[in-house]
Nanobody, 119 residues
Framework: QVQLVESGGGLVQAGGSLRLSCAAS????????MAWFRQAPGKEREFVAR????????YYSDSVKGRFTISTDNAKNTVYLQMNSLKPEDTAVYYC????????????WGQGTQVTVSS
């Protein structure tokens, strides 16, 4: 049974940083595409970042490019999202997701972690 458990969210001032973690379990993820999405109140869920667990090119939405970094730690079976220079518009619930192929509708999702950026 696949489990994705996010942590690391919280309240931060604009300009600050947070690192989100996604602990993955239940299978070997080396062939999976791992992604982060977010959903702000009253808005649709949107793509944030994606990479193959095994490495390679990383993809980011234009709104976070240059500020956020996605990475994986094989030893810890964990995916990270380092978020720097946070803005109030980054406030959202952030979700970790996994699928065997890059997609906007991954099969597996975590429960989400709240990120709130104050101005």
């Amino acid at each position: 049974q696949v489990q994705l458990v996010e942590s690391g969210g919280g309240l931060v001032q604009a300009g600050g940083s947070l690192r989100l973690s996604c602990a993955a379990s239940g299978r070997t993820f080396s062939s999976y595409a791992m992604a982060w999405f977010r959903q702000a109140p009253g808005k649709e869920r949107e793509f944030v970042a994606r990479m193959l667990w095994s490495g390679g090119t990383k993809y980011y939405s234009d709104s976070v490019k240059g500020r956020f970094t996605i990475s994986t730690d094989n030893a810890k079976n964990t995916v990270y999202l380092q978020m720097n220079s946070l803005k109030p518009e980054d406030t959202a619930v952030y979700y970790c997701a996994a699928d065997l192929r890059p997609t906007t509708t991954p099969h597996y999702w975590g429960q989400g972690t709240q990120v709130t950026v104050s101005s």
